[in-house]
Each structure stands twice: as structure tokens, then as C-alpha cells.
């Protein structure tokens, strides 16, 4: 038999002084990479910012840096809303309109999806979430409202809102997305009013949230399902297996199989600087840092991830 030496995880105690050491770090990426400017509403965030929070599988938070600045979550919101669809919809109706292989595409890439006649890749790519999202829209009355109650829950979080200003901005800017939504909609896959889709998604992507609220906002993910807040069952274990699984493969673009390597959890980011991970059975985590990669994903933030996981211990897939 080999014998491996097991590494203790840290205490919580000993979470504390690391995650500061984190953020009191973060500055030295801060020469690197850019804020998102396609998105006018994004472009006036101060680029110089860092904050991490964890939520323990119990519900219990620690955190350091600027963890209670709110920021635009937007693609966080993805994974949000592929819990409301998989809640909502039977599995074959889900899955028989949105993939589950990684893309290798950018985030906002239309070339796959002509190719690929108009099904998207996976859920976290935009053509997919814009097809989660027309699934909900044909499904509720009121879908966006249908999100945000959801993610105030889950965060147990009531102020939780979107932000109309960058819920507009995106609407001005949504030649793109708009490309995608109609692609999809002449293929025969989209069901719903085109404009509908984007105006849901747009405020999807445009809730406000912090370090702490969002990583409280994905605990479920790292107790098998199940809303430490209320003690409300939000997926199956299974499902949730499911959603990790998803998120390790595809939720971070075309970056996914470097983060998996660098930090192995299953991650989701979003192009305001947010990076969510979870570490399955202990916590969720939540990172912010403006200055984005070439792929749209925090860089200080996922390096302080990769700190993080190397501090904590812990080898999910060692
Ligand atoms: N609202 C953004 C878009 O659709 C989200 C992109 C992202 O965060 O990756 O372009």
C-alpha cells in the first residue's frame, strides 16, 4: 500500500489571517488587465479593488478586502438561472435545447452555434443562457422577479436588486447578444419574444451583489443542495453533482480547463470581476476584482483562488 500523507485542512481560525493575507496581496495584480468597457455601465467601476468572502457549508461567513462592495454579478447570474430552470423544467426538455460540453468559444461566440444549428454548447456560454432564460420566460410570469426572490433566499439576503442602470446600458448595447437570441430564434429554438429574453437576461446579469451575499447565494451548492438559511432543499444531491460538475467544465469560458488545473473547483465568473467557486461539502467562496483577462475572467481574482485553495489544504481532485 502507498502511503500518502493526508493534509489536515486549516481551521476556521486559520482561514482568517489567510484570507487577509489574500486580500492585503491582490494589489500586485492590479498592473494587469482591463475592465470590462463593452458594457458602458461597467467601464466607470474603479478598476483597484479586491474582495473574497467563504460561506461555510452552515451558513457561517468569513471574509476580508472589499467584500461588502457591491458589484454587477453578471455572468454569476448563469448558474443562478440554470438552478431556476432545472427546478423548473423536466431534465429531457432542459437538456434536449442547451448542451453540456465545454465550448472552447469565447463567452459571446456566434460561430459554434451556426455550426451547431442553433443549440448551444452548455448553459454558462451567452447563447446558452440565453436559451435557459427563454425557458423560464416561456415557463413563469414573471421570471426576473422569479430569479431575484430565489437568489434573495438563497443569500438570505432581502436588499438584493438589479441595478437598471446597467440593466439599461446592456439593453443599448445588445447587438450581439440580440445576434445570438434571433440565430437561435430562426433555428426554431428560441420560443419566446427575442426582445422578452434579452430584457431578462440583461437584469439577470444586472443584480447587484457582494463578496459575502454571493457566496452565501451558492452555500446550497456546497451542502448537497440544500439552503443552509432556511434548510430548504434547492436541488437534489444528485442535481447538484450535476451543477458542480457543469461548473468545473464550462464555467469559465474558454479558460475552464486552465482554472480546473490552476484552482480545480468548479468555478463561475462573470465579466463585473466576480469569480464563485465551491468547494464541495465545506464552502463557497466568492471573489471580486474589476480588471478582467483576455477571456472576460478576474485576474487578481483567480490568482486569489488559486492562494486560497493552496492555503486551505484541501485537494478536491488530488
Ligand atoms: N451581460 C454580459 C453579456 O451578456 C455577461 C457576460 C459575462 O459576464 O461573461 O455580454
Same mark, same amino acid.
Not at 457566496?215 to 432556511?230: H, I, M, R, T
Not at 465568473?269 to 464563485?276: H, N, Q, T, Y
Given at each position: 500500500m502507498l502511503d500518502?500523507?493526508?493534509?489536515?485542512?486549516?481551521?476556521?481560525?486559520?482561514?482568517?489571517?489567510?484570507?487577509?493575507?489574500?486580500?492585503?496581496?491582490?494589489?500586485?495584480?492590479?498592473?494587469?488587465?482591463?475592465v470590462a468597457s463593452y458594457i458602458p455601465a461597467l467601464a466607470e467601476v474603479e478598476p483597484d479593488q479586491f474582495g473574497i468572502a467563504v460561506c461555510h457549508a452552515d451558513g457561517s461567513v468569513q471574509y476580508a478586502g472589499d467584500a461588502a462592495t457591491r458589484f454587477s454579478i453578471q455572468s454569476v447570474s448563469k448558474a443562478h438561472a440554470l438552478v431556476l430552470a432545472m427546478q423548473q423544467l423536466p431534465p429531457d426538455e432542459l437538456w434536449a435545447r442547451v448542451g453540456r460540453e465545454p465550448s472552447g468559444q469565447a463567452f459571446n461566440s456566434i460561430?459554434?452555434?451556426?455550426?451547431?444549428?442553433?443549440?448551444?454548447?452548455?448553459?454558462?456560454?451567452?447563447?446558452?443562457?440565453?436559451?435557459v432564460t427563454d425557458m423560464l420566460v416561456s415557463k413563469l410570469w414573471m421570471p426576473?422577479?422569479?430569479?431575484?426572490?430565489?437568489?434573495?433566499?438563497?443569500?438570505?439576503?432581502p436588499e438584493v436588486d438589479f441595478d437598471e442602470r446597467v440593466a439599461r446600458s446592456e439593453m443599448d448595447?445588445?447587438?450581439?447578444? $440580440?445576434?445570438?437570441?434571433?440565430?437561435?430564434?430562426?433555428? +426554431?429554438?428560441?420560443?419566446? *419574444?427575442?426582445?422578452? /429574453? #434579452?430584457?431578462?437576461?440583461?437584469?439577470?446579469?444586472?443584480?447587484?451583489?457582494?463578496?459575502?451575499?454571493? $457566496?452565501?447565494?451558492?452555500?446550497?451548492?456546497?451542502?448537497? +443542495?440544500?439552503?443552509?438559511? *432556511?434548510?430548504?432543499? /434547492? #436541488?437534489?444531491?444528485?442535481?447538484?453533482?450535476?451543477?458542480?460538475?457543469?461548473?468545473l467544465t464550462c464555467g469559465l469560458y474558454d479558460a475552464a480547463g486552465d482554472f480546473a488545473w490552476r484552482v480545480g473547483l468548479p468555478g463561475k465568473?462573470? /465579466?463585473?470581476?466576480?469569480?464563485?467557486a465551491i468547494l464541495p461539502r465545506r464552502m463557497s467562496i466568492c471573489v471580486w476584482s474589476p480588471r478582467l483577462d483576455s477571456y472576460g475572467n478576474s485576474i487578481a481574482g483567480r490568482?486569489?483562488?488559486?492562494?486560497?485553495?493552496?492555503?486551505?489544504?484541501v485537494t478536491p481532485l488530488g
Open positions: 500518502i500523507d493526508t493534509p489536515q485542512p486549516i481551521t476556521r481560525e486559520e482561514l482568517q489571517p489567510l484570507l487577509e493575507r489574500l486580500a492585503a496581496d491582490a494589489p500586485r495584480c492590479f498592473g494587469e488587465g482591463k460561430v459554434q452555434l451556426e455550426v451547431e444549428n442553433g443549440v448551444p454548447r452548455n448553459p454558462f456560454i451567452n447563447a446558452g443562457a440565453l436559451m426576473q422577479n422569479t430569479l431575484r426572490d430565489q437568489i434573495r433566499r438563497l443569500s438570505n439576503t448595447h445588445k447587438a450581439h447578444n $440580440a445576434a445570438l437570441g434571433y440565430l437561435m430564434q430562426a433555428y +426554431g429554438n428560441i420560443h419566446s *419574444d427575442v426582445e422578452m /429574453v #434579452l430584457d431578462t437576461y440583461f437584469h439577470s446579469c444586472a443584480l447587484s451583489m457582494n463578496c459575502i451575499e454571493l $457566496a452565501k447565494s451558492f452555500a446550497f451548492l456546497a451542502n448537497q +443542495g440544500v439552503n443552509p438559511f *432556511d434548510g430548504q432543499p /434547492v #436541488l437534489t444531491p444528485v442535481q447538484t453533482r450535476q451543477v458542480n460538475a457543469l461548473l465568473s462573470g /465579466v463585473g470581476g466576480g469569480i464563485v490568482h486569489a483562488l488559486e492562494g486560497l485553495v493552496s492555503g486551505l489544504n
